[in-house]
Nanobody, 120 residues
């Protein structure tokens, strides 16, 4: 059974920084693209950033230049460094990963979510 466990959310003032981490565990053969999504109250879940197994990154326009996604393939982890945070970054942040438990047995997994609150 595969699990994604996030950590690192919290309350921060505008302009501050937070680092989110996510670790995958369980029966893992390989991990493809990993990413972070967020959902603010009353809004749809949206992509924040993704990173492929080869290290290619993709960011939402709203976070470019402020957020950095990284991963450690040996440890099955992905992190999101968030700098210059704004009140509009307030949301529940979810880790996502495409994980194969065995060859051709792959699925999309989500973490439980971690709250990030940015005060003005």
């Amino acid at each position: 059974q595969v699990q994604l466990v996030e950590s690192g959310g919290g309350l921060v003032q505008a302009g501050g920084s937070l680092r989110l981490s996510c670790a995958a565990s369980g029966s893992i053969f390989s991990i493809g693209t990993m990413g972070w999504y967020r959902q603010a109250p009353g809004k749809q879940r949206e992509l924040v950033a993704t990173i492929t197994s080869g290290g290619t990154t993709n960011y939402a326009d709203s976070v470019k230049g402020r957020f950095t996604i990284s991963r450690d393939n040996a440890k099955n982890t992905v992190a999101l460094q968030m700098n210059s945070l704004k009140p509009e970054d307030t949301a529940v942040y979810y880790c996502n990963a495409r994980i194969c438990a065995r060859v051709l047995d792959c699925d999309n997994y989500w973490g439980q979510g971690t709250q990030v609150t940015v005060s003005s």
